[in-house]
């Protein structure tokens, strides 16, 4: 560790190696489609896809299919 001007920085030393990580599987529920199909009038189809294309996140999902932007 060496601090200097009141900021702390630390060096790290090793053997480097890479792993691919698993990306978990996104799950949508009966319920999540429900709801965003209650929320904007949307097909199951369209609701599902929104929700896949927000990565499972319903508010996003709701706002893509009413055409608003975050």
């Known amino acids: 560790m060496i601090e200097m001007q ?7 030393t090793g053997k480097i190696s890479e ?5 978990p599987s996104l799950e949508i529920t009966a319920d999540d489609i429900s709801m965003v199909r209650e929320k904007t009038g949307a097909s199951e189809d369209a609701a599902r896809s ?3 294309e927000s990565k499972g996140d319903i508010a996003e999902a709701i706002m893509k299919l009413n055409g608003e932007t975050s």
């Open 6 to 12: 009141g900021s702390k920085s630390f060096q790290i």
């Open 19 to 23: 792993a691919e990580r698993e990306t």
């Open 50 to 52: 929104a929700l896949e």
